[in-house]
């Protein structure tokens, strides 16, 4: 598991350490769950992650394929909103939960 927290709203999903998986899955040519290739009309953007890379401190770009990112991503739509602040204040002002949901719609397409 990813050990630096990060700021995008996928931050929160539970990824392979860096140190688990290959070449091409740290730079996001293939997907960091299945291992498969990935283009560009399949991959989907896990954020840049910033973590020790074989105890160096680096930069890495997982990308998952869809049917790998949709159960992780419909968790966190449920599970978001019970360790939001903003979400318990006024869940239609959270960033975070509207991008959650914006992709677990579209991947269910």
Known sequence: MSTVMQAGPLAPLDLPAPTDVTAAQLRGAHCV???G???GD???DLEPRHDSINGVPGRWYPRGCRSCI???VLLLVRTHPGTCEQCTDD???CETRHALRALALELRR
């Open 91 to 93: 869940a239609t002002l």
């Open 70 to 72: 949709l159960q992780p």
């Open 33 to 35: 769950w299945c291992a």
């Open 42 to 44: 399949t991959a989907v």
């Open 37 to 39: 290739e990935l283009h």
